[in-house]
């Protein structure tokens, strides 16, 4: 399939290629070249939470910080405490 720059240097990957291979405005992109190429792979997500032995782990990223997470979590348990929820 032939396609164009336009005049940002952007190109349009056909609604065919983006629906078979699941790509959406949220996919992440990974460009490189190949001699007189140029490459375009999807980068595949990783699960955040992985099997390991039998114990389940947290691979992502948080997206607070860890003094946040446990204010949260100790307010949380403080609520449930104090108003016998539980």
């Given at each position: 399939?032939v396609?164009?720059?336009?005049?940002f240097?952007?190109i349009?990957?056909?609604?065919r290629?983006?629906?078979?291979l699941?790509i959406?405005?949220k996919s992440?992109?990974?460009?490189?070249?190949d001699?007189?190429?140029i490459?375009?792979?999807?980068?595949?997500?990783?699960?955040?939470?992985?099997?390991?032995?039998g114990?389940?782990?947290?691979?992502?990223?948080?997206e607070?910080?860890?003094?946040d997470?446990i204010?949260?979590?100790r307010?949380?348990?403080?609520?449930?405490l104090?108003?016998?929820?539980?």
């Amino acid at each position: 399939m032939v396609t164009t720059l336009d005049k940002f240097g952007r190109i349009i990957i056909p609604k065919r290629f983006r629906e078979q291979l699941g790509i959406n405005s949220k996919s992440t992109l990974n460009i490189s070249e190949d001699g007189k190429r140029i490459v375009i792979e999807v980068v595949q997500e990783k699960k955040p939470v992985i099997d390991r032995n039998g114990i389940l782990v947290f691979t992502g990223i948080l997206e607070d910080t860890k003094s946040d997470l446990i204010k949260s979590d100790r307010n949380r348990r403080m609520h449930k405490l104090l108003t016998n929820e539980g």
